[in-house]
């Protein structure tokens, strides 16, 4: 009477010796596995960037449609206050996740990561410089408003496409693309219609990148 045979091993072939040789089908799903495990703890989640960027938008350039004053031909105080404050929000969260997501990690992507952030910084600072010399130079109210919002969105359309050409993200150079075409529009449109553009087309944008960020998530987890 012949004896049962064993059942093959999953991951290779058991030898004489009782040991397991892992075939090279295992070992490279093995390595996949590891590789993606780690890129999804030190990648920064676009989903939730996007998300708070989006939610942003929507409230910042809601209020100030809503807080426009026609005869002063800019926004009142306390809507410039909401913007102020959802943009701190926004790069305060944005600034801490990178740095959770990043920590320890060193070299090449790392100097990398850091010039694109800090060109983020050294941009605004410079807009800020151009919007306080033309308002010196004796700029309407309505010429103001459209300058600084049409230079904002050029800088973040500007960086998003640079990024994503650098980081070879799609989506990011996509989302910048998007932010050229609201940002000529809300410049035609003019405010107050114009900052509603930007509410629901720019936070909009943000959010839809979101939810396709999180579908693109899910089908790299399976």
């Not at 093995?30 to 996007?50: C, G, L, N, W, Y």
Request: with cysteine; net charge neutral.
């Amino acid at each position: 009477m012949t004896e049962p045979r064993e059942a093959d091993a999953p991951l290779g072939d058991a030898e004489d010796d009782g040991e397991v040789t892992v075939s090279p089908a295992a070992a490279l799903a093995a390595i996949k596995a590891s590789q993606e495990a780690v890129r999804q703890q030190t990648h920064p989640s676009a989903t939730a960037m996007f998300t708070v960027w989006g939610v942003a938008f929507l409230i910042s350039y809601s209020s100030l449609y809503l807080g426009y004053s026609e005869s002063a031909q800019m926004p009142r105080g306390w809507s410039m206050a909401v913007l102020g404050a959802c943009v701190v929000g926004a790069m305060v969260f944005t600034a801490i996740h990178i740095a959770r997501r990043t920590s320890g990690i060193r070299g090449t992507s790392s100097r990398v990561g850091a010039m694109y952030g800090w060109s983020w910084c050294i941009c605004f600072v410079f807009a800020m410089v151009i919007f306080g010399a033309v308002a010196d130079a004796g700029a309407p109210p309505l010429a103001m408003s459209i300058l600084t919002n049409a230079v904002a969105l050029l800088i973040v359309a500007a960086l998003y496409m640079a990024g994503g050409a650098l980081f070879g993200e799609w989506r990011m150079f996509a989302l910048g693309a998007w932010f050229a075409v609201v940002g000529s529009i809300a410049a035609i449109v003019a405010p107050p219609e114009g900052y509603l553009v930007q509410a629901i087309a720019g936070g909009g944008g943000f959010l839809v990148a979101a939810v396709a960020a999180q579908l693109i998530e899910r089908w790299r987890s399976r």
